[in-house]
């Protein structure tokens, strides 16, 4: 399974982008880039996934170069209530299992 | 319900006791993980279960620790002589199959005293 990095921490203020960057030089032909969010006390839930190009929902947008050995998630004007912590996670979800391998994660801070 | 539930959400037991952690998938979902975290970690994958089979064990710390599924709805992971480091958050999760997004549940938090 690739191994991912990103940041341990990211700042922002209310009503700004956020762009979170992830990434996962060993990534593998099949495998996916999937985004979770986890609030303190909570389980966490998915976001966004993606393979290749750019991904959008009503929550995020993803993008990944054509060399995906990298992936953003970007959050559009952030609330109070984005403050969590973002995790990246690399894998097959074809194989035999589709565990999640999560990391530390981001922690997001959004301020007033 | 409709999401995932565990139950107990918190246990408190003495080291060398057996625990016995339940977990109520969504209905309908064919797929089932139990994960632990750790305080300021990710969740660490334990065991997978697809309908009442145990298809991954792989995580599973030790063989203290064992999980069924046998009717493919509910279940329990149970950790027999519980020890001080099986302190955790015991997460569940369950998705549709195995390629769709997992949902999580509460968790339950153990505390080996």
């Known amino acids: 399974l690739a191994k991912t990095t990103q940041p341990i921490s990211m700042d922002s203020y209310e009503g700004q982008e956020v762009n979170i960057t992830c990434s996962h030089n060993?990534?593998?032909?099949?495998?996916?880039i999937t985004w979770y969010q986890q609030f303190p006390s909570q389980g966490p839930r998915f976001i966004i996934q993606g393979y290749k190009t750019k991904v959008t929902n009503e929550v995020a947008s993803l993008f990944i170069p054509a060399d995906r050995k990298s992936s953003t998630l970007s959050l559009p004007r952030v609330s109070l209530s984005d403050t969590a912590v973002y995790y990246c996670l690399v894998g097959d979800i074809g194989g035999a299992t589709n565990k999640l391998i999560f990391g530390t994660g981001t922690l997001l801070a959004v301020q007033p | 319900g409709a999401g995932v539930s565990q139950s107990p959400r918190y246990k408190v037991t003495k080291r060398g006791q057996d625990v016995a952690l339940r977990c109520d998938p969504i209905s309908g979902h064919v797929s089932l993980y139990w994960y632990r975290q750790a305080l300021g970690q990710g969740p660490e994958f334990l065991t997978y279960?697809?309908?009442?089979?145990?298809?991954?064990k792989s995580g599973l710390p030790n063989d203290r620790f064992s999980a069924e599924r046998p009717e493919g709805s509910i279940s329990t992971l149970t950790i027999q002589r519980t020890e001080q480091r099986d302190s955790a958050m015991y997460r569940c999760?369950?998705?549709?199959?195995?390629?769709?997004?997992?949902?999580f549940g509460p968790g339950t938090r153990l505390t080996v005293l």
């Open positions: 060993n990534i593998a032909t099949n495998d996916y």
């Open positions: 279960f697809n309908y009442e089979a145990q298809q991954d």
């Open positions: 999760a369950s998705s549709l199959s195995r390629d769709r997004e997992q949902f």
